[in-house]
């Protein structure tokens, strides 16, 4: 007689006939957003709301959804965790078709996991659809790529801001490790703590190093500056720059300067 595994105790799967989906918003610009997100925004019943996404994209929700911002930026008065967990499983007990709608994608530093992890122990099925994230579309509106055969082997997506209780990220193994891979680093919520991520680089990586700021990736006020890893903090402060924003840190951020270069040869082409 094989052994029995003892059962495991869990909760209920929900039967309200409600569902839930997390959607990532992109970075901004309506027009980045997928088919399919905009499809699931117009079908839904009640929409919880990031901070950062755009109003231009929650304009595509129906006039009848219900609409609650349940904002969390780093720094600021924010709606806990928790309580967003509680109110996305009420209204899927209520039978409503949720949208979490985050900004960039929900599985990329916006706690998607955590979201989908609650749900799933409360017996409710979750579906994820993805969205175009912040460091992607911030280089790529300069012009410039992530990756490269001759500059960049990789690329490194990391959050600059550790929870509390959490060292957070050692800058400086990171540096070495950039360095000998040729990675690109994108460094998100990083503005604030922008000195110390300078300062420990700068360990493994030279200070000529290109680097680019990008606040407000893919939006009308979008701004940005370019400069190097040993000025990083300095250009962060004397151009005001701020949250939200990504640091893009490699060699690829050259490509900012060739693309620049080339628009308006590439302007004068289509003139002739």
Not at 97 to 121: C, T
Not at 178 to 205: C, H, N, W
Not at 221 to 230: C, E, V
Request: glycine fraction near 12%; charged fraction near 15%; include cysteine.
């Amino acid at each position: 007689m094989k052994p029995t595994t003892p059962a495991t105790s869990l909760p209920p799967p929900a039967t309200s006939g409600g569902i839930c989906t997390l959607v990532g918003a992109g970075p901004g610009d309506p027009e980045l957003l997928t088919i399919k997100a905009l499809k699931a925004i117009q079908a839904a019943t009640v929409l919880l709301v990031d901070d950062l996404v755009s109003d231009a994209v929650v304009a595509h929700a129906s006039p009848t959804a219900r609409i609650v911002y349940v904002g969390k930026r780093g720094g600021c008065k924010s709606t806990p965790q928790a309580f967003i967990e509680k109110l996305m499983l009420m209204a899927v007990n209520e039978g409503e078709n949720v949208v979490r709608l985050k900004g960039g994608d929900p599985f990329i530093f916006g706690r998607g996991g955590e979201e989908v992890e609650h749900l799933r122990a409360a017996g409710v099925p979750v579906t994820v659809i993805n969205g175009i994230t912040a460091g992607l579309a911030g280089l790529t509106s300069l012009g410039a790529p992530l990756t490269h055969r001759e500059h960049a082997h990789g690329v490194v997506f990391i959050t600059g801001h550790a929870k509390p209780g959490d060292a957070g990220t050692d800058w400086r193994q990171l540096a070495a490790t950039a360095r000998d891979a040729k990675l690109t680093l994108v460094i998100y919520m990083g503005v604030s703590g922008a000195a110390t991520i300078e300062q420990d680089l700068l360990t493994g990586l030279p200070p000529e190093t290109p680097v680019a700021i990008i606040q407000h990736a893919s939006l009308p006020q979008q701004r940005h500056a370019i400069t190097t890893l040993g000025s990083l903090h300095a250009t962060i402060t004397r151009e005001g720059l701020a949250s939200p924003s990504v640091i893009v840190v490699g060699d690829v951020v050259r490509g900012v300067a060739l693309a620049s270069h080339a628009l308006p040869a590439a302007a004068r082409r289509r003139a002739g």
